[in-house]
């Protein structure tokens, strides 16, 4: 199974961005999937997650509202779509795929990875 993650950039406090994951090799609609994030010198945390069949699930308390997260089954592809960004949103962002169809909230849980696309918001 492979992860790629792109979508990342710069952008003000307050703006806008929508990150993507496609995923090839596995059987995607099986899988839970997720969002990790890991900004300098922190550890990575889960940002959210989602069930094969779409339920969402373990958005961190700090995004919610602000940061949604989806899955096209049909494309093999999830997206994070984010707004009112804040300076502390700076991070690489990641994707991941569970071996299940319910995904946990620790990193452990997932078994593949993409690369990780980074977010820089500026005040």
């Known amino acids: 199974v492979q992860l790629q993650a792109s979508g990342g950039g710069s952008v003000q406090a307050g703006g806008s961005l929508t990150l993507s994951c496609a995923v090839s090799?596995?059987?995607?609609?099986?899988?839970?999937m997720g969002w990790f994030r890991q900004a300098p010198g922190k550890e990575r945390e889960i940002v959210a997650a989602?069930?094969?069949?779409?339920?969402?699930?373990n958005y961190a308390d700090s995004l919610k509202g602000r940061f949604t997260i989806s899955r096209d089954n049909a494309k093999n592809a999830m997206y994070l779509h984010m707004t009112s960004l804040k300076p502390l949103d700076t991070a690489v962002y990641y994707c991941?795929?569970?071996?299940?169809?319910?995904?946990?909230?620790?990193?452990?849980?997932?078994?593949?990875w993409g690369q990780g696309t980074l977010v820089t918001v500026s005040s």
């Open positions: 991941a795929a569970a071996s299940a169809g319910v995904p946990g909230t620790r990193a452990g849980s997932y078994a593949y």
């Open positions: 090799g596995g059987s995607f609609r099986d899988r839970g």
């Open positions: 989602i069930t094969s069949n779409g339920n969402t699930l």
